[in-house]
């Protein structure tokens, strides 16, 4: 079955300091790679995707992401970590051997950036 | 412009009643997919409308059942409501503009069956 792993249920660092969230995939072929983020009680926002090219992805807040194929994995990074990025984030791939466009997600990373 | 609207904001229900949820996509977009999430996880694909047609559905029982309108506005209705059914129901837009388009999330609709 195709799925999604984020292995920690919660990230702790403080404020400045570099983060990462992990995120492995499980699917077929070459899948597209998105992560959002939610804020209590409201849907998610998209932060970036990688389609192809760079394995480096730039995206919203100064939040990147590194592909590694090898790995089957999508780690999402932000060099200085900030209280407002406290959240819930998600990882989501599309696999394309499917019809239609359904996500898979993981079941989230809360992130706690302490002052 | 406008995000994804969804209504109503919250519902409750008790179990075995009907509800029927609203989305309203970006202008323009005219894929709208649902998803559930339930507390603690990650959001399940329900169903995808492109152009009124269905063109995905998630491992959901008939109890759920979809439609797109001709605005690309979509209901998701759910019948013989279930406990289990208590989550929050995401609806997403995307454009037709690629394959790689982003789907982009409303706020959702917080569903309490009790």
């Known amino acids: 079955a195709q799925s999604v792993a984020q292995p920690e249920d919660q990230v702790n660092v403080a404020e400045g300091n570099p983060l990462t969230v992990k995120c492995t995939y499980s699917v077929s072929g070459n899948p597209y790679l998105f992560w959002y983020v939610q804020y209590p009680n409201r849907g998610l926002q998209f932060l970036l995707k990688y389609i192809t090219g760079d394995n480096l992805v730039k995206g919203s807040y100064g939040f990147e992401a590194e592909f590694n194929k090898s790995q089957t994995s999508f780690h999402l990074k932000k060099p200085s970590a900030l209280v407002s990025d406290s959240a819930l984030y998600f990882c989501a791939v599309r696999p394309l051997n499917q019809a239609g466009t359904a996500l898979i997600f993981g079941k989230g990373t809360t992130l706690s950036v302490s002052s | ?114």
């Open chain 2, 1 to 114: 412009d406008a995000g994804v609207t969804q209504s109503p904001t919250h519902l409750i229900k008790t179990r075995g009643q009907h509800v029927t949820l609203r989305c309203s996509p970006i202008s323009g977009h005219k894929s709208v997919s649902w998803y559930q999430q339930v507390l603690g996880q990650g959001p399940q694909f329900i169903f995808q409308y492109y152009e009124k047609e269905e063109r995905g559905r998630g491992n959901f029982p008939d109890r759920f059942s979809a439609r797109q309108f001709p605005n690309y506005s979509s209901e998701l209705n759910v019948n013989a409501l279930l406990l289990g059914d208590s989550a929050l129901y995401l609806c997403a837009s995307r454009s037709d503009s690629g394959l790689a388009d982003t789907q982009y999330f409303g706020p959702g609709t917080r569903l309490t069956v009790l």
